[in-house]
């Protein structure tokens, strides 16, 4: 199988790149190179709402809960995807709300950057930011996300990338090709 599975990218989008996939997926680093090679102004959802509230996302999962941090999520990524021409890196669960999944597909060309969940665990494990891998077995919930949220990121995504081994530049430079071919579709016709 094509490890750079696509479909059609929305017929707006104002040139913006999306990025979606579980937590370790690579959507930073990644999108980091990737938003030089297309010289796109590059954004993490997760970065501006810390950079936005002065705490780390921790501290609002403490405090306000999942649904605190998801209703904040929410306003960050609409406020984003509203500029033009950036690459935005989102939270691993902003597929979770409909609206956000409505969103994002409108809003630009959205990649989902797939691993396997041991990869994922591999990335992760030592990483204490994360708030729903702070649990006593973090490899069943990674699995659990994965089966919630994989079904999720391949509704909303026109690029689905498999990270496999390559390096973050290496995978930068296949996702820059592989959009180079990419034909918006026309706009649909109204009878």
């Keep these: 199988m094509d490890p750079l599975e696509s479909t059609r990218p929305p017929e707006g989008g104002r040139g ?3 990025l979606v996939g579980l937590m370790g ?9 990737l938003a030089r090679l297309l010289s796109k102004d ?13 705490v780390r ?33 989102t ?17 630009g060309t959205v990649i989902y950057l797939r691993a396997p969940v041991k990869s994922l665990l591999k990335r992760t494990r030592c990483n204490r930011t994360r708030p729903l891998l702070q649990v006593a077995d973090p490899a069943a919930k990674l699995n659990e996300l994965f089966a919630q949220r994989d079904p999720l990121y391949r509704e909303v995504a026109h690029l689905i990338v498999d990270t496999g081994n390559q390096s973050v530049r290496t995978l930068a430079g ?15 016709v109204t009878i």
């Design 16 to 18: 913006n790149i999306i």
């Design 25 to 33: 997926s690579g959507k930073t680093s990644v999108g980091k190179v």
């Design 42 to 54: 590059f954004f993490d959802s997760d970065h501006e709402i810390e950079r936005a509230t002065g």
């Design 57 to 89: 996302i921790p501290v609002i999962f403490e405090i306000e809960g999942e649904a605190g941090f998801r209703a904040r999520e929410h306003k960050m990524i609409a406020e984003l995807v509203a500029r033009e021409n950036i690459l935005l890196a």
């Design 91 to 107: 939270g691993g669960g902003a597929v979770l709300s409909r609206a956000n999944r409505d969103v994002l597909k409108a809003s």
């Design 174 to 188: 296949q996702i820059e090709v592989k959009l180079k071919f990419f034909t918006p579709p026309k706009p649909p």
